[in-house]
């Protein structure tokens, strides 16, 4: 058989196709979601009038990997409300994080920088009230929210806690969730120990599933009355670990047994971990009740009357990990292998964007910020200067996106992105060079036989690096 590149497989996974590829239904049963679904086509823009101002629904998983998706490969999971997702807008491949844990990606998502810019950023993640995300700082919700959008933030937050950190000092009008990294579903306990669920900065009880809670908080808040555009965040904390689904309150009660007699933030941190639970088929049931929650998200916003002019963006905080299915990615979550950062990205707006089509173009978490911004009519604050480029060109007025360099650093590793070419450094301090168009796996290393190159990427790095603040010890 011969080799598909990375562009080929990319066209490949998804639309109709991806049953072939997944091998996970009847040659009948393939031809008739063909039949039924077009096949995905390279993106084109639709000029059209700009019209009004849209809504904004920025859904994220949490350590969903690159190919948990069936409309992105996964062989044995299920997400037809997330496929649906793809038909109707855009489904890109080459989409990647800010970052390779929770926290500095949701600090380059708000911000549109580099988590390094801030010293929040440089946990990975955050793991005390000492650390959070200024206040002052201008955010994709402060600055929206200065064009006129209504702003709110439900789910996880995960930039610092309460009394100085909170997503109603940052820009967002209303807030629902929790502050922490991790909680178990039901007791909603987090990785201080705690309670974690509140309204605005208020604990709220309720010991149901939680992503049971943060959807029906959704489905209340996109079904509103609003008098004016509006911004929504929408984190669920699904499928990170403990590996809980709907129905599992007496794993969540051993595991809350064990967080209420820690004597130590080690001991709460194991228990959340759950290292001694989950398999592939938890995790399986775990992605596809986020597929459904997302789904319930969704029709709620049918219902409203508001699905033709709300920009979707669907995507995951980092890579995913132990149960996650990346192929053919190496690497997961904590690094800077594709694995641990290239994540399924879709995006939807009806009113401006056509449905079936699958873009190649590399992006990450920052240039989203700008994007929605650009969207939104919104400016960014000359004094807290971009990171990310907007793509609001590309999709709206089909321009040319500009070439530049996609930059990561996390303590352990270091990464660059130029066009097809890849320098990675791992937590040895070795340096390599990967073609990802060639070799998405990241195995064939050039760096022997391109010696310029990987110094002229290297460079680049540093160069970037140096503008950042350092790592405090």
Not at 70 to 99: C, E, N
Not at 156 to 161: L, R, T, V
Not at 446 to 459: C, G, I, V
Request: aromatic share 10%.
């Amino acid at each position: 058989m011969p080799e598909i590149s990375r562009r080929a497989f990319g066209g490949l996974v998804g639309g109709g196709a991806v049953t072939a590829v997944a091998g996970t239904t009847t040659a009948a049963e393939a031809a008739e979601n063909a039949a039924a679904s077009p096949a995905e086509r390279p993106f084109k823009a639709r000029p059209t009038s700009s019209g009004e101002r849209p809504n904004i629904l920025v859904i994220l998983g949490d350590d969903l990997g690159w190919a948990d998706l069936s409309s992105y490969g996964a062989p044995h999971i299920k997400t037809p409300h997330l496929d649906r997702l793809a038909r109707q807008g855009v489904r890109f491949t080459d989409a990647y994080s800010g970052s390779a844990t929770c926290s500095p990606t949701r600090f380059s998502l708000y911000t549109g920088r580099y988590p390094g810019r801030t010293p929040g950023g440089l946990a990975e993640p955050i793991a005390d009230k000492a650390q959070g995300l200024d206040p002052n700082h201008p955010t994709l919700a402060s600055l929206l929210k200065r064009a006129g959008y209504a702003t709110a933030l439900i789910g996880k937050w995960h930039c610092g806690w309460l009394p100085d950190h909170s997503p109603t000092k940052s820009g967002w009008d209303e807030f629902f969730g929790n502050f922490g990294g991790v909680l178990e579903y039901f007791s909603k306990l987090g990785q201080l120990g705690t309670y974690d669920l509140y309204e605005g900065d208020a604990e709220y009880k309720d010991l149901r599933y939680y992503t049971t809670v943060l959807t029906e908080r959704a489905v209340e808040y996109v079904g509103r009355d609003h008098d004016r555009p509006w911004l929504l965040n929408l984190n669920f904390t699904t499928p990170h670990w403990p590996w809980l689904a709907e129905g599992d309150e007496e794993t969540g009660a051993e595991i809350e047994a064990k967080i209420r007699a820690a004597k130590s933030r080690a001991e709460v941190s194991r228990a959340l971990n759950h290292y001694d639970g989950g398999s592939v088929e938890k995790y399986t049931e775990m992605v596809q009740s986020l597929d459904a929650a997302v789904g319930e998200v969704l029709a709620a916003l049918r219902r409203s009357g508001q699905e033709e002019n709300t920009v979707v963006v669907f995507a995951s905080d980092n890579g995913g990990e132990r149960y996650s299915y990346n192929w053919p990615l190496s690497g997961e979550k904590f690094v800077l292998l594709e694995g641990g950062i290239r994540v399924p990205t879709l995006v939807r707006w009806p009113a401006r964007i056509d449905g079936h089509q699958v873009s190649h173009e590399p992006n990450f978490s920052p240039d989203w910020t700008a994007t929605l911004l650009e969207f939104g009519g919104a400016r960014p604050d000359p004094a807290y200067p971009l990171d990310g480029t907007s793509l609001a060109g590309y999709l709206l007025r089909g321009e040319q996106l500009p070439e530049r360099d996609l930059f990561w650093r996390v303590r352990a590793n270091r990464a660059l992105r130029r066009g097809d070419w890849k320098y990675y450094q791992d937590a040895d301090k070795t340096d390599h060079l990967y073609n990802l168009a060639a070799d998405a796996r990241e195995q064939a290393d050039r760096a022997p036989d391109e010696p310029e190159l990987l110094a002229e990427l290297k460079a680049a790095w540093e160069k970037t690096a140096a503008t950042l603040l350092p790592y405090p010890g």
